[in-house]
Structure formats: structure tokens, C-alpha cells
């Protein structure tokens, strides 16, 4: 009972070291937004995750930048991303999406912004634990936060690809339909125009007789 007690309680204070912000934005055309974080030591990680879920072709510009506006990551019609930096400075840094390649589409943008002491905390020593039995315990608390990120991201990427293909299966809906409509359009007029023509050339075959 006491080792599971200690890793829950180690895994809770891991869980505190890491400040993150997940959010799903809307960017109207033409709009630029712009989120901050700030971290408060050197040295720490700053993970960036970002993937458009629908609008347009699926892709955004971004643009991160540190203290002194000094620019850290950018692109232009991407995707999606996944990046992990370094901040050595501290203050705040600013993550921004500008969609001004679009005249009237608008896009949600799924993105989260997490902040990461690298600082590893140590084990609190137990009467009877060994410092063996310390080490190994956090070295599979730390596995276990690993694997549990790679889920995460396994999951906000089959999520983007499942929001993508529902998106697309709209479009291709309304197009179907629209196809439909324009095609029946036709074929009215194509029968009215028939119509038309038997009934003139009835029409001047009587008077020719007349």
C-alpha cells in the first residue's frame, strides 16, 4: 500500500510541474490572434502543439516569438505542428495564428501551449525502501508520464484526421447535392424546351394547310 500511495503522490507533484493550455480557437478571415505564456524559470520547455480541424484548405500561418520579439518558430499554410524549444530567457512568449490568406473562410484551430520544469523532484526517503527501490520507482513514474503523452498526441492526431474527413464528407455532401438540383434545373428546362419546339412546328404545319 505504501509504494502505491508514494507513486500516486510523486506522479501528482510531476503533474504540477507542467503548466499547460489546451483550446480550440475560431479565426475569422483576415483575423490574427495572438496567446502568451510565460515562463517563470530558464531552462524550461515550452511544448506548442497546433492542427486545424476545418475551414478552408485545413492550413494557418504561425509565428512564435520570445521576449524582445525575437522569433523562435514560424510557417506559412501549415497543417499542423508539434514543437518543443528551450526557453532561455524568462518572460513571456507570444504564439500566434494569422489567417490572412483567406477572404471569407474562417478555421477552428485546435492548439495547446504547455510550460514544463525540467527540475525532477526526489523521492522522499522511507524507513526499509532502498535508495534502488527509490530509483527504479521513479524511473517507471516517468515511463509511465511519457507513454501517457504519446497517447495524448496519438489521440489530437486521429482526432485532426477524423475532423478533416468529416469536413471533407460535408463538402463533398453539398456538392453532390447541389449537382442534383442544377441537373433536375435541366432537365425541367430541357423539357420544356421540347414541349416548345413540338408544339411551333404543329403550329406551322396547320398554317401551311391553312
Not at 508514494?6 to 507542467?18: D, E, I, K, Q
Not at 475551414?55 to 520579439?69: A, R
Not at 432537365?187 to 408544339?199: D, E, H, I, N, S
Request: glycine share 8%.
Amino acid at each position: 500500500m505504501k509504494p502505491t500511495l508514494l507513486s500516486v503522490g510523486l506522479f501528482a507533484y510531476f503533474v504540477s510541474l507542467v503548466s499547460a493550455t489546451a483550446l480550440t480557437y475560431k479565426i475569422s478571415a483576415n483575423e490574427k490572434a495572438c496567446f502568451y505564456a510565460a515562463p517563470e524559470k530558464k531552462g524550461a520547455k515550452v511544448a506548442f502543439y497546433f492542427a486545424v480541424q476545418s475551414g478552408g484548405s485545413f492550413d494557418i500561418n504561425y509565428e512564435v516569438t520570445g521576449p524582445g520579439d525575437k522569433v523562435i518558430l514560424d510557417g506559412e499554410k501549415e497543417r499542423q505542428g508539434d514543437f518543443v524549444f528551450t526557453a532561455n530567457e524568462v518572460g513571456e512568449y507570444k504564439f500566434c495564428f494569422d489567417n490572412d490568406m483567406s477572404t471569407y473562410s474562417e478555421k477552428f484551430v485546435d492548439f495547446e501551449i504547455a510550460v514544463e520544469d525540467e527540475v525532477r523532484a526526489q523521492l522522499p526517503s522511507k524507513q526499509g525502501s532502498t535508495p534502488e527501490q527509490t530509483s527504479a520507482l521513479e524511473e517507471s513514474i516517468y515511463k509511465v508520464s511519457g507513454q501517457l503523452s504519446t497517447i495524448a498526441r496519438n489521440q489530437k492526431y486521429f482526432r485532426t484526421r477524423e475532423n478533416r474527413n468529416f469536413s471533407t464528407v460535408r463538402s463533398t455532401e453539398g456538392r453532390i447535392v447541389n449537382f442534383s438540383l442544377i441537373q433536375c434545373c435541366m432537365m425541367v428546362c430541357m423539357g420544356a424546351l421540347q414541349v416548345f419546339v413540338v408544339r411551333f412546328f404543329f403550329q406551322g404545319a396547320r398554317k401551311g394547310y391553312v
